[in-house]
């Protein structure tokens, strides 16, 4: 005759708010769209996983094609960091690029950018 006990299982929980983060994409014509993307990816994917209008991403995050061009919100700069070398040479091929511009490629979305606001240019070349 058999022994074996009913064991319990434990229970698993995971915080998904720990890896996913909010960010808003706000259209030249002031449209905002607030989305839930998972850490890990770059603010571009989470562009293209939610059909934002105007990020192109031509060459697919490569940083060779500055068609992910935006604009990060000033109060997000710091947490997002500042541009390198190589999409500083790249942002030279970008539509107006001001204060605040940033290939979104080349934006690693962490906890640390929770709520990230960027604005989308008018156009992308
Ligand atoms: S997707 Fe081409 S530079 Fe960002």
Same mark, same amino acid.
């Given at each position: 005759?058999?022994?074996?006990?009913?064991?319990?299982?434990?229970?698993?929980?995971?915080?998904?708010? $720990?890896?996913?983060? $909010?960010?808003?994409?706000?259209?030249?014509?002031?449209?905002?769209?607030?989305?839930?993307?998972?850490?890990?990816?770059?603010?571009?994917?989470?562009?293209?996983?939610?059909?934002?209008?105007?990020?192109?991403?031509?060459?697919?995050?490569?940083?060779?094609?500055?068609?992910?061009?935006?604009?990060?919100?000033?109060?997000?700069? =710091?947490?997002?960091? $500042?541009?390198?070398?190589?999409?500083?040479?790249?942002?030279? *091929?970008? *539509?107006?690029?001001?204060?605040?511009?940033?290939?979104?490629?080349?934006? $690693?979305?962490?906890?640390?950018?929770?709520?990230?606001?960027?604005?989308?240019? =008018?156009?992308?070349?």
């Amino acid at each position: 005759m058999s022994t074996a006990r009913c064991r319990s299982t434990p229970t698993l929980s995971w915080d998904f708010s $720990k890896t996913m983060t $909010k960010m808003t994409f706000i259209q030249p014509d002031g449209a905002a769209q607030t989305v839930d993307a998972e850490n890990g990816l770059t603010v571009m994917e989470a562009a293209k996983l939610n059909d934002i209008a105007g990020i192109e991403a031509e060459c697919g995050g490569a940083c060779a094609c500055a068609t992910c061009h935006v604009y990060v919100d000033e109060a997000f700069r =710091a947490a997002t960091g $500042k541009p390198a070398a190589m999409e500083e040479d790249m942002l030279d *091929f970008a *539509f107006d690029v001001r204060e605040g511009s940033r290939l979104c490629c080349q934006i $690693k979305i962490t906890s640390a950018i929770d709520g990230l606001v960027v604005r989308v240019p =008018a156009k992308q070349f």
